[in-house]
């Protein structure tokens, strides 16, 4: 009795879906559509459905460890100090300071320095020893207010110093006083941070202990503000002492030069009054000159370029040869006389007397020609060579005149240095007089371009740890790299997890997914058998009963429970098979894999359980010759087979048997034989083939894993249909070149079934959305809900 499915069945038809079986074959190179185009954000949720539990594994885990480690951290303070830092200092007098006149008020270099000067050891260390930080435990961390974290980190920092500096020796003793690791750790709590924009200036120290964290804060810049006084005070003192020495050097070049500008001007007798007039005349007789030189520099560049065509003998293109009538008019006459000449010489001997006379005119004419040519020539070479002379007089000229200009400029220049150096001695003297007075009164007063804001006070809250900030952020970060992990995971899975993936990859059509029934709960297998009698059953398969907790048992999914989902599954794929060609169904079938262990045996034998469900003849074929399995599911012996038919040991009629009570047939592998391909490939498989087909309403055959070797190439040649099981862990590529080698030869590939699936992993999400999925397989009373 034919049974319908619950499944609603969407024909497919080869001109519809451009599939190999239709008669393409299968590129194993293709680039699938979806690939190119990329991942959809349904795609992403499957991802991250499919790997969801290591993804709050991760998160959980990091919350769990940072709560942890907040908990037992000691919580520590930061005080904070706001200063003003202004370029220069305020001007109590009207006087310079030497420092502030280096210094650019807009240079980003100017609070940079100041910056690492407030992050200096020598700072540092002054602050240490003015506080008697080195004996305070709470600054030391000697006692116990670093916690439990903190002295781990602590002790890690000291263990990794240690290693980088050097196990052994010891680190010197720092030159300011104090010990380094000291200096360090104080370093390490003290933070400068300036405002952007500002002139403002944070100077921040987290410790333990408010109270004394604000008492360092405050110390540091106090000691800071006196640092910049003395620096101040030291370079006035410095300078003034620099300007005392330099005041009686310049004292003495003042008396050098004037004594050096005197002699000069006696030497050559140079009266005190300027040369200006003079020069006015030679630089008037100069622009002459070169515009002189000019004139004749183009001049003499035309009459070159005609120079260059006298040279080339292209006299024909000189200026003047084109525009002289006379030559124009000698050419022409030349031109018809010399054809007067041609037509006459074709008619009569040389001898001829008038064409002797048309002879001496033609060469009369020539001559005078060439002779006003040559004139023209001549011309042009004595103009070139008079112009080329003129401007090598002008060039003397001007040079000549330049060099009178360049010695009166001389001894005009060497005079004005004198004088000008003269001159710069004085006003340097007088200014350096006068700037070691005014340093000698700045460096008096004491000033500052440092101002307090803000003085630290004690905090009363806890700077770290933050709870709430540390477990958000290291939450986001452990969802971020749980979820990368889970993309990185799934770009390394090799493996097609739902149909549609299959259809995409593969080219070919799904004929269904079959669930890993072999891992179902057994108590939910076993509460949906006890509902049935056991003669509700169509199979008893040799000693193997429905309720049979083995594992083969459990392989017949079909025969065990009619209302299973795996049952329904291979009922699916029967439907799917059944329809999958437009014109009839395919009788004989061949059940292949591209590699071992991929549930082609189990997925054959109930197929053709399900086929068998529908009333009609079914036979299963064990092809495998090599290692049969058939047998073992259905618990029958193999001892003879179709090894024994084909080599004409037995009839087909003598080894098939029955199973069960319904249509379903038998036909075991039988021995192994030494040339399984050959007997496949030969005659008499072919004529076996077409007598069952005969004789029963379909025809499966369970044959080896494609890959590994050809039976199943050989038997794809023979039969209507080829079924490709792909198992779970069976990689795209060994799939898609098992697929492409059926269809090298010419096998009518039907479509792919995805075997031993998890039905409640994400991609399979949307094929059981509606509620009750699992209610509906389970029967109420002896038909079907």
């Given amino acids: 009795m034919k049974e319908p499915s619950p499944y609603p069945i969407q024909r497919i038809y080869p001109e519809a879906m451009p599939q190999p079986y239709a008669g393409r074959p299968i590129d194993p190179d293709y680039v699938p559509v979806g690939e190119v185009a990329g991942p959809g954000l349904r795609d992403y949720m499957r991802i991250i459905r499919r790997h969801l539990r290591l993804i709050v594994s ?52 100017y609070y940079e320095t100041q910056q690492q000067i407030l992050q200096s050891r020598s700072l540092a260390a002054q602050v240490i020893r003015d506080l008697g930080l080195d004996q305070m435990s709470a600054f030391t961390g000697n006692s116990d207010d670093r916690g439990f974290i903190g002295g781990l980190i602590h002790s890690a920092k000291a263990e990794l110093t240690s290693l980088i500096a050097g196990s052994a020796a010891k680190r010197p003793p720092d030159a300011f006083g104090v010990a380094p690791e000291l200096i360090d750790h104080y370093l390490d709590d003290l933070k400068i941070k300036p405002e952007i924009g500002t002139q403002l200036f944070q100077v921040s120290f987290t410790l333990s202990n408010p109270a004394l964290a604000a008492r360092i804060a405050n110390a540091h810049v106090d000691t800071y503000i006196q640092r910049g006084m003395e620096i101040h005070a030291q370079s006035s003192e410095q300078a003034r002492r620099f300007l005392e020495k330099k005041l009686v050097d310049l004292k003495e070049r003042v008396e050098k030069s004037e004594a050096a500008l005197n002699t000069y001007r006696r030497d050559r007798g140079i009266v005190t009054f300027t040369l200006d007039d003079r020069g006015t005349i030679l630089n008037q007789r100069l622009t002459e000159l070169n515009q002189a030189l000019t004139k004749a520099e183009t001049d003499r560049i035309d009459l070159e370029a005609q120079y260059d065509l006298v ?21 022409s006459q030349l031109d018809v006389l010399e054809g007067q000449y041609a037509s006459m010489a074709s008619q009569f001997k040389p001898d001829y007397p008038p064409l002797q006379e048309l002879k001496a005119k033609v060469d009369d004419t020539s001559g005078r020609l060439q002779a006003e ?3 023209v020539v001549q011309g042009i070479d004595s103009n070139y060579q008079a112009a080329l002379d003129r401007e090598n007089g002008l060039k003397k000229k001007v040079a000549d005149e330049k060099a009178t200009a360049l010695a009166m400029n001389d001894a005009s220049l060497q005079d004005t240095v004198l004088a000008r150096e003269v001159d710069a001695n004085r006003q340097l003297y007088k200014s350096v007089l006068e700037r070691m007075k005014e340093i000698g009164v700045a460096g008096e007063i004491p000033t500052s371009n440092v101002s307090v804001i803000d003085r630290a006070t004690a905090p009363t809250r806890p700077s770290s740890p933050k709870k709430l900030i540390d477990l958000s952020a290291v939450g986001a970060l452990a969802l971020f790299f749980g979820i990368g992990a889970a993309f990185l995971l799934d770009h390394l899975d090799d493996n097609l997890h739902n149909p549609e993936e299959a259809e995409i990859y593969l080219q070919l059509p799904s004929l269904g997914s079959v669930p890993d029934f072999l891992s179902l709960v057994r108590d939910e297998a076993d509460a949906a058998e006890a509902a049935l009698p056991l003669d509700s059953t169509p199979f008893l398969i040799g000693q193997i009963r429905p309720n049979d907790p083995s594992a083969e048992s459990r392989e017949l999914a079909v025969a065990k429970n009619r209302f299973s989902v795996a049952g329904e599954s291979y009922r699916a794929i029967r439907t799917a098979i059944l329809l999958s060609r437009a014109s009839e169904a395919p009788k004989t079938i061949l059940i292949a894999s591209g590699s071992k262990a991929e549930g082609k045996t189990v997925t054959a034998v109930n197929i053709a359980m399900a086929f068998a469900q529908m009333g009609g003849k079914v036979l299963l074929i064990d092809g495998d010759l090599r290692r049969a399995r058939c047998h073992e599911v259905l618990g029958v012996h193999n001892l003879v087979g179709l090894t024994e038919v084909l080599v ?31 007997l496949l490939a030969s005659r008499r498989m072919q004529e076996v083939l077409e007598e069952l087909a005969a004789s029963y309403d379909s025809v499966l ?42 269809s090298q030869v010419g096998a009518r590939i039907l479509g792919v079934v995805l075997n031993q699936v998890n039905m409640k992993s994400p991609d399979y999400y949307h094929y059981h959305r509606y509620d009750g999925y699992e209610e509906y397989y389970k029967p109420t009373g002896t038909s079907v809900g």
């Avoid at 998160?59 to 908990?71: D, P, S, Y």
């Avoid at 706001?82 to 240079?107: F, K, M, R, Y």
């Avoid at 040991?649 to 034989?673: E, M, Y």
């Fill in 373 to 375: 040519i040559n004139h």
């Fill in 311 to 331: 040279k080339t003998r292209n006299y024909n293109s000189l200026p003047a040869v084109i525009n002289s009538s006379l030559i124009q008019q000698l050419k």
């Fill in 701 to 742: 055959i369970d044959s080896p894993p494609v890959m590994p070797v050809s039976d199943s190439v050989v038997l794809s040649r023979l039969v209507d249909g080829v079924v490709v099981v792909i198992g779970p862990r069976t990689p795209k590529q060994l799939a898609r070149h098992a697929c492409a080698r059926l």
């Fill in 648 to 678: 004409g040991q037995k009839s087909a009629a003598d080894v098939i048997r029955p199973i069960g009570n319904g249509g379903l047939s038998f036909l075991s592998a039988g021995s192994v034989p030494p040339n399984p391909t050959e």
């Fill in 58 to 109: 991760i998160f959980l885990g990091a919350l769990l460890v940072t709560g942890l480690a907040v908990l037992v951290m000691t919580p520590r303070y930061t005080a904070v100090s706001t200063i003003l830092l202004e370029p220069q200092a305020p001007h109590v007098l009207n006087v310079n300071s030497v420092l502030q006149e280096d210094v650019s008020p807009d240079g980003h270099g």
